[in-house]
DNA sequence: ACGCCGCGTATTTTT
DNA sequence: TACGCGGCGT
């Protein structure tokens, strides 16, 4: 097989097969072309049959890119049977074959972020009604997780009553979720590897069918992820990961980037193959990324460099307030794009989802066409949490807490008395919620108008589950909507006839992508697509929006892997980033990481903004530019004068910064 | 059961 | 400023 377009740390990469390899792949350096190349090679070169190849990613975008390009390298016939996936869905393939040795059901439910914060908080309630702790136990429990500590252990190991308290509420979390026959996305991770622990012939299994795997982003990866990569590999030692430790910027969310020395001390034959060829950005944009990276510590030392000249000046634009800032930006924009630029190839990046506000509003009062990526998920909304709901308990009966959701929405009369007096039966005779709606005992205990409500309701669901068995999931979806008349019920509950109309897109959306997902799927079960739709964000969906073009907006989080010919970074000063909440040593390091992140994603222009007072919370504050920009080489940077002291407009116009101030003129002109 | 008011809070968020 | 939530009043 020849490797075309290869590099040759590229080309060593793909070729080590034999010893494990960790390929340290910096910022725009190749590193999709040589998973996939190497995947290629593993089955053309290295007899490996595709169906043992498993390639782990972190989001389902990126595994979808990467089966789109290992699909057009190998063709459909030679790609078959190759598994490419995240993390979490191949947790989730584990537990769907093997949840019986952990006590679960089929059919099991999984429980998203929003669920499990709820969950807690009720269980939390109890003895402890502080909405404060909440998140902060989610995040406690979360930890615990990671390192498979048990809530058993955890109880014993608390150190203070807050512990104590908190390792109370992970005991009653877990059998919660039990009793619902529901996991969580930790458990995801974590149950697979407590499994394969406790039976290693289940994990024998489990390296038969896995003899080559492939993890992208490693330095993402946390305990618990990379202690299942181990197990997988066994002796065999199949593994290649790719990772750069200068783009790690989840440690907040218990991402160890560590892992990567791990590695070597796990893995002595480990070979660690540099990637530091930089295929995107001109040599300016990389002198100026280098310089603020090198302010962080190394592991391994790694200069990214470019065959591509040195490019426009990074341009840093002092603004005199946030309002004056958009509107450079997007006056400067414009001007580019009357000059032929199309509105894509922009992309304005900011620290936080709530700076976006007064670029939309510009960018819609100038008709721009934009593009926003982030805010409030599609799968938080409550339109779509009530249908999945539907869904859950339909496929999984246990799940109490989808049963709840649902029960009484659209309204059918079932109110909170009723609910009370079901949950004490039900805990009374130790089953589910929906186990026990027909009960003789129960009725009872309601009233006559009660129960008829109640056994509405659940002649109802027994009705959809037995067509459930008949239908495919999307059909189910629709006869849903339509018999809860779901439309009419939203006209009614939402505030707005522009938000109700909003609401009902986003649910023809999920009926579209039950129907994508059902297409895709091997085995498109209910149960199967409920949990696989779980694991999505259909932020993620919109595969259209490379087709449309428009200038994209989005945070520097959600920016990484992407890149743009011109790139804005807004919004760049001290407390934005680094963040006035991550002043240690770890935080500002992380903090320049994402700095980093967002300068590497330019290709061609990159201009960093600031603004000397911005409105927050309704006052005006002062603003200092960020210390990063302060770490650039001046030679490299126009307009950066404005660092140490700031500028009259005057002296702006001496030193030609005056441009945008033109540009502004010809416009209104 | 619903709606309104006032208070408190304000990152990033792959799954 | 804005939004979400808890409490209270109808």
Redesign the pocket.
């Known amino acids: 097989m020849k490797l075309q377009h290869l590099n040759e740390p590229q080309r060593q990469a793909v070729m080590t097969v034999e010893d494990p390899c960790l390929v340290l792949a910096g910022a725009g350096s190749g590193k999709t072309r040589v998973i996939t190349q190497k995947i290629a090679w593993l089955i053309r070169e290295s007899g490996y049959r595709p169906e043992k190849i498993r390639a782990v990613?972190?989001?389902?975008?990126?595994a979808r890119e990467m089966k789109q390009r290992a699909g057009e390298l190998l063709g459909k016939q030679e790609a078959r049977g190759l598994r490419i996936s995240?993390?979490?869905?191949l947790g989730?393939n584990i537990l769907q074959r093997e949840h019986a040795h952990l006590g679960y059901r089929k059919g099991f439910s999984i429980l998203?972020?929003r669920d499990a914060e709820d969950c807690i908080?009720e269980l939390q309630h109890k003895d402890n009604?502080e909405?404060?702790l909440i998140k902060q136990t989610q995040w406690r429990i979360s930890q615990w997780k990671n390192d498979f500590i048990t809530p058993k252990q955890a109880l014993a190991d608390a150190e203070n009553s807050l512990e104590q308290h908190q390792a109370r509420v992970y005991l009653a979390y877990q059998e919660q979720l039990q009793a619902c026959n529901a996991v969580d996305?930790?458990d995801?991770i974590m149950l697979p590897v407590l499994l394969f622990r406790q039976q290693p012939e289940v994990l024998d299994q489990w390296r038969e069918r896995i003899h080559y795997l492939l993890v992208d982003?490693y330095q993402?990866t946390?305990a618990s992820q990379y202690e299942l990569i181990k197990l997988l590999c066994g002796m065999r030692q199949k593994l290649t990961v790719v990772g750069d430790d200068d783009q790690s910027?989840?440690a907040?969310?218990?991402?160890r980037p560590e892992n990567i020395r791990l590695l070597q001390q796990d893995f002595p034959n480990l070979k660690v193959i540099k990637l530091e060829q930089n295929y995107r950005s001109t040599s300016r944009i990389l002198r100026v990324a280098n310089r603020v990276i090198g302010n962080n510590p190394h592991l391994f030392d790694k200069k990214l460099w470019s065959a591509a000249g040195d490019g426009d000046f990074v341009r840093v634009l002092p603004c005199r307030n946030d309002q004056d800032e958009a509107q450079q930006v997007v006056v400067d924009i414009i001007g580019k794009h009357f000059q032929g630029t199309p509105w894509k190839h922009f992309a304005i990046l900011y620290?936080?989802?709530?700076?976006s506000r007064l670029y939309e509003k510009l960018l819609r009062e100038h008709s721009v066409p934009y593009q926003i990526?982030?805010?409030?998920?599609f799968?938080e909304r409550s339109e779509i949490k009530d249908l999945t709901a539907y869904l859950r308990i339909i496929a999984n009966p246990e799940d109490d807490r989808a049963l709840l959701r649902i029960i009484?929405t659209p309204?059918r009369?079932?109110?909170?008395t009723t609910l009370k007096t079901l949950g004490e039966y039900a805990a009374w005779r130790h089953r589910n919620l929906g186990l026990v709606l027909h009960e003789h005992g129960l009725e009872q205990k309601l009233s006559r108008k009660a129960w008829i409500n109640l056994q509405r309701f659940a002649d109802w669901l027994e009705e959809k589950r037995r067509q459930a068995e008949e239908m495919d999931a999307m059909s189910l979806t629709r006869l849903l909507i339509d018999e809860l008349a779901y439309e009419d019920w939203l006209r009614n509950t939402s505030s707005s006839q522009k938000q109700a109309e909003s609401r009902m897109a986003n649910v023809e959306e999920l009926v579209s992508w039950i129907g994508n997902l059902q297409k895709q799927q091997e085995e498109p079960t209910l149960d199967r697509l409920v949990t696989q739709l779980?694991?999505?964000?259909i932020?993620?969906n919109s595969d259209d929006d490379k087709s449309s073009d428009s200038v994209q907006l989005?945070?520097?989080?959600?920016a990484?892997g992407l890149e743009f010919p011109h790139v804005y970074l807004v919004g760049f000063e001290e407390d934005s980033i680094p963040?006035f909440?991550?002043q240690d040593e770890e935080?500002i390091q992380?903090?320049r990481r994402?700095a980093y992140v967002g300068i590497t994603r330019a290709e061609q222009q990159l201009t960093i903004s600031y603004a000397q007072t911005r409105?927050k919370?309704?006052?005006v504050i002062q603003c200092e530019p960020s210390r990063f920009i302060a770490e650039m080489p001046a030679e490299d940077l126009e307009g950066a004068e404005h660092c140490s002291d700031r500028l009259s407009p005057e002296e702006k116009k001496e030193r030609g910064m005056n441009h945008l101030d033109n540009l502004k003129a010809m416009l209104a002109g």
Not at 413 to 416: D, F, M, Q
């Open positions: 990613t972190f989001t389902n975008k990126a995240t993390f979490h869905t989730l998203d972020a908080a009604p909405a404060e996305f930790d995801l982003e993402d946390n910027i989840y907040w969310r218990g991402a620290r936080g989802n709530h700076q990526t982030g805010g409030t998920a799968f009484n309204r009369e079932i109110g909170a779980t694991l999505m964000s932020l993620e989005m945070t520097f989080h959600a990484k963040h909440q991550c935080g992380e903090e994402l409105q919370y309704g006052e």
